[in-house]
């Protein structure tokens, strides 16, 4: 069944139709999700909002963008929201800082899991304008005109921040890493998270 198909079975309010699109689409949101603020209860919490989001304004949704773009959308905005609400009250309580993981010696190679963690803890540095956009250029892997939608900015913006974003997590990066992101050809920094 196709999304418009769907969609429109639930807003005649079968509950099978609205679960079969939070089926295809949750994927795609936890990783937004996940991406802009890190793992944990907050991220599920918000997660979960973008389908109840979505739900409570199904009649608001007119298809001029594809589903997957909109429900991205939601997932950013109520991201950002949370990150305000989180630097407001800036808990203590982090999973494992950066500073816990070792800068290893020039023979000492990470773990994958260890750079997959150091690498989200990094993106987590980022300001929320920067994360946004590595988020859903590299890792989610919007184009640039699609990022600029979602994010309502212009395209020159998108390449701007993704540059700049880039080049702060080599900078943080290159400790753990050497020259593995040292080099012109190195690999995105998505390839390890």
């Not at 009250?89 to 982090?94: P, V």
């Not at 913006?157 to 702060?168: E, H, I, N, P």
């Amino acid at each position: 069944m196709t999304d418009e198909a769907l969609i429109r079975e639930a807003r005649k309010g079968d509950d099978q139709a609205f679960k079969e699109i939070v089926r295809r689409y949750e994927p795609k949101v936890a990783a937004t999700v996940i991406g802009m603020m890190g793992g944990g209860p907050e991220a599920e919490d918000v997660g979960q909002e973008v389908f109840v989001r979505f739900y409570t304004r199904l009649d608001h949704f007119q298809g001029a963008s594809a589903l997957g773009t909109y429900l991205t959308r939601i997932a950013i905005n109520l991201s950002l929201n949370a990150l305000k609400k989180r630097k407001r009250r800036r808990s203590l309580f982090w999973e494992k800082s950066v500073e816990a993981y070792a800068v290893p010696s020039d023979n000492s190679v990470l773990p994958y899991d260890e750079k997959r963690a150091i690498v989200r803890q990094m993106l987590q540095r980022l300001s929320p304008e920067f994360r946004s956009v590595i988020v859903l250029r590299i890792m989610e892997g919007y184009s640039t005109r699609e990022t600029a939608e979602i994010l309502n900015i212009r395209e020159g913006t998108v390449l701007s921040r993704l540059a700049r974003g880039q080049r702060k997590m080599k900078t943080w990066l290159m400790p753990y890493y050497g020259d593995e992101y040292g080099c012109k050809r190195s690999r995105p920094v998505a390839s390890v998270v």
